[in-house]
Nanobody
């Protein structure tokens, strides 16, 4: 079992930046690949970014490439999502999740946090 808690969300103007954190506890954090997803009201949860257990491989949704960066610190049991050049369409609840392999679909993730809200004003 892995417990995941997101933080760092908030209200920001378009063009601004935020850094989300995902703190993990329970089973060994470094043995899991990790991902970020987001869900806007009335929409399905969608993939944002993922990172391998070592941090050596990453994957991004086309909509955030070049603007978002995922990273992790296994010594701190924490994953991060640096979000730059934010747009109103980035507004959503952001969730972190843990998987057994680098993955981009909801179904492949085993454990989920409760989310943190990001709101980007125009």
């Amino acid at each position: 079992q892995v417990q995941l808690v997101e933080s760092g969300g908030g209200l920001v103007q378009a063009g601004g930046s935020l850094r989300l954190s995902c703190a993990a506890s329970g089973r060994t954090f470094s043995s899991f690949c990790m991902g970020w997803f987001r869900q806007a009201p009335g929409k399905e949860r969608e993939f944002v970014a993922a990172i391998s257990w070592s941090g050596g491989r990453t994957d991004y949704a086309d909509s955030v490439k070049g603007r978002f960066a995922v990273s992790r610190d296994n010594a701190k049991n924490t994953m991060y999502l640096q979000m730059n050049s934010l747009k109103p369409e980035d507004t959503a609840a952001y969730y972190c999740a843990a998987a057994g392999s680098l993955a981009s679909t909801v179904e492949e993730y085993l454990y989920w946090g409760r989310g943190t809200q990001v709101t980007v004003s125009s």
